[in-house]
């Protein structure tokens, strides 16, 4: 697959962000985003039902422009919250009083503590940001869609919303007189921030059993009774207990009683949850996850009651198969674009046995000591093939993790019509380039990677390609 765009016509732009956990119902190309507040890590991939922004734009009460002003976590006994101050630069939809909003988002970071909760976006400190919002009953501003509440303002040419590629003018009138178009933000699944799998960075410390509790009664749809969501939890840790090459373990710890919501209380809890818990009525689960360090500490699993769950493998929403899944990330994999896999990006049919990706996967993750070495193999679809139009082109990279610039440059059909390559660099909110005429010094660009944006100059007409 190939994506490319002529500097004449910007159309879409994938956005690089890091996230957390969620299993949801399409079987399509979904949204993901990150969950990660100012100084965050990566921890999986997010994904929910997209809504278009005609949809967003309707739903929310408020639109604004605005820009991030301040962020700050606090604790409050086993939990954290952030608060993102926003400063108000101008009302695109609606009006509230005042030039000062406040979001308040569960999870966070304080020192080494850090909490992912699934269907919050990402902030940084002085980011321009769109902002779609509506009013709570006691009064609050809360992001419509979760994350999909929130989208960029790039600084790069043109000071585009970066996640569409339209200019904020542009944009600014679409919300006043209707999208023309069926806008949604597009899937940046591949990307090594995304995908790493596995996480490698982060993982439960000394391969000792991991315990688990199950809160078999609140919220628990009646379709499903308790003796079998018991049996069918169990069935899903044995199910990645039962890799020779890998080292996991885990233990019942019992019947539990919490709500999933304390995030920094100790305990791993499996729990259903209720309809505004989670970040889209599309969510069949999300994993939220709490680390010190590069260490674990806590995973919760939540499961949304609205849909029609199975225990019998047959139809509806298979628990086994979602359970599964949602472990998965609990050790701390990513999502992948296998189908074949049970770490596929979304839900995909019944699917009780893990994959040989996934058993790559977490054996890499988890190996056994004095066993053989497991390297997870490569994705498929290891190919970009482009071919660059006289100019400048902007060219959205596919099929490919990150590579060094050197090894991309050397693979032009014409290298030598190459004039300069320029990729915006999400964690330094600024534009990072190569020049192959400039010092070494100059030239801060020293990487390509899968689902990057980048502006390459070229003489005249070139074919790149990269890969087998």
């Known amino acids: ?20 956990a969620v299993f949801a ?28 922004l005609a949809e967003l734009t309707a739903d929310a009460d408020v639109v604004v422009v605005a820009r991030v002003a301040g962020i700050s976590s606090r604790r409050l006994a086993h939990r954290l919250e952030t608060d993102i101050e926003i400063l108000v630069e101008r009302f695109i939809k609606g009006y509230v009083d005042g030039d000062d909003l406040e979001l308040t988002l569960p999870g966070g970071r304080i020192d080494d503590l850090q909490v992912l909760v699934g269907g919050m976006p990402s902030f940084r400190e002085r980011e321009e940001v769109i902002l779609f919002l509506d009013e709570t009953p006691d009064g609050r501003m809360q992001l419509v869609g979760g994350f999909q509440g929130k989208l960029s303002v790039g600084a790069g040419p043109g000071r585009r919303v970066r996640e569409i590629g339209m200019s904020i003018d542009a944009f ?65 840790f044995k199910t990645w207990e039962d890799v020779a090459s890998s080292t996991v373990a885990f233990t019942y710890g019992g019947d539990g009683y919490r709500d999933g919501k304390d995030h920094v209380d100790g ?11 989670f970040p889209s009525s599309g969510t069949l689960g999300l994993t939220s996850l709490t680390w010190v360090g590069d260490s674990f500490v806590e995973a919760d699993v939540m499961l949304n009651p609205v849909h029609d769950w199975s225990t019998d493998g047959i139809d509806d929403f298979d628990l086994q198969t979602v359970v599964l899944h949602e472990i998965g990330h609990f050790l701390g994999l990513g999502h992948t674009g296998n189908g074949e896999a049970v770490m596929y ?35 498929p679809g290891l190919v970009f093939n482009v ?73 005249s007409a070139a074919s790149w390609t990269i890969g087998p």
């Open 25 to 52: 119902v399409s079987p399509r190309a979904d949204v993901e985003l990150a969950v990660s507040y100012e100084g965050g890590e990566a921890i999986g991939i997010f994904l929910v039902r997209p809504l278009t």
């Open 387 to 459: 071919d660059l139009l006289p100019g400048w082109n902007l060219v959205e990279m596919q099929g490919i993790r990150c590579i060094p610039l050197s090894e991309a440059i050397a693979s032009f059909h014409t290298v030598d019509m190459l004039g300069a390559v320029w990729r915006f660099v999400d964690s330094k909110q600024s534009w990072v380039g190569f020049d192959p005429t400039a010092p070494d010094a100059l030239n801060g660009l020293s990487q390509v990677c899968a689902n990057t944006i980048m502006w390459i100059h070229v003489s």
């Open 267 to 277: 305990y791993n809890d499996i729990v259903w949850g209720q309809p505004s818990d």
């Open 172 to 236: 600014e009138r679409q919300v006043r007189e209707g999208f023309s178009e069926e806008f949604r933000i597009p899937d940046p699944s591949g990307t090594p921030e995304l995908t790493t799998r596995p996480l490698d960075a982060i993982r439960w410390p000394n391969n000792a059993p991991m315990s688990y509790y199950i809160n078999l009664d609140s919220n628990r749809p009646e379709g499903v009774l308790a003796d079998a969501m018991a049996v069918e939890i169990a069935s899903a």
């Open 1 to 20: 697959m190939r994506r490319l765009y002529h500097w004449t016509s910007l159309s879409i732009v994938s956005a690089l962000v890091f996230g957390l």
């Open 345 to 379: 990006v979304s839900y995909n049919g019944i699917r009780r046995e893990l994959g040989q990706e996934d058993v790559e996967d977490i054996s890499a993750l988890y190996p056994v000591e004095g066993g053989p070495i497991v390297t997870p193999s490569a994705p």
